[in-house]
Nanobody
Framework: VQLQASGGGLVQAGGSLRLSCAMSGSFFSLYAMGWYRQAPGNERELVARISSGGSSDYKDSVKGRFTISRDNAQNTVYLQMNRLKPEDTAVYYC?????????WGRGTQVTVSS
């Protein structure tokens, strides 16, 4: 399993970005997918996660602003981020778990300027 994330960048506060993560390998539709982030000096934290059945959960601070979705035909998970805030600045990592093994993408930088 390999995860390739893209879509990060620099945006002003209040702006939007969409992150994408493509997964190589088979049976994408069977796996939960998620996005984590890590800001300098902080631990990596869960931002959003979507189950194989399409149910999702979010970190409280992003509820109502971020939306996670998946396209099983494209083996891709998305994170639509609206009304971005400077505190959303972090490296964002795509995640999945296959059986007991967790996989991480390389990370994509999101920087929100005030």
């Amino acid at each position: 399993v390999q995860l390739q994330a893209s879509g990060g960048g620099l945006v002003q506060a209040g702006g939007s970005l969409r992150l994408s993560c493509a997964m190589s390998g088979s049976f994408f539709s069977l796996y939960a997918m998620g996005w984590y982030r890590q800001a300098p000096g902080n631990e990596r934290e869960l931002v959003a996660r979507i189950s194989s059945g399409g149910s999702s959960d979010y970190k409280d601070s992003v509820k109502g602003r971020f939306t996670i979705s998946r396209d099983n035909a494209q083996n891709t998970v998305y994170l639509q981020m609206n009304r971005l805030k400077p505190e959303d600045t972090a490296v964002y990592y795509c995640w999945t778990r296959v059986a007991v093994t967790q996989y991480w993408g390389r990370g994509t930088q999101v920087t929100v300027s005030s």
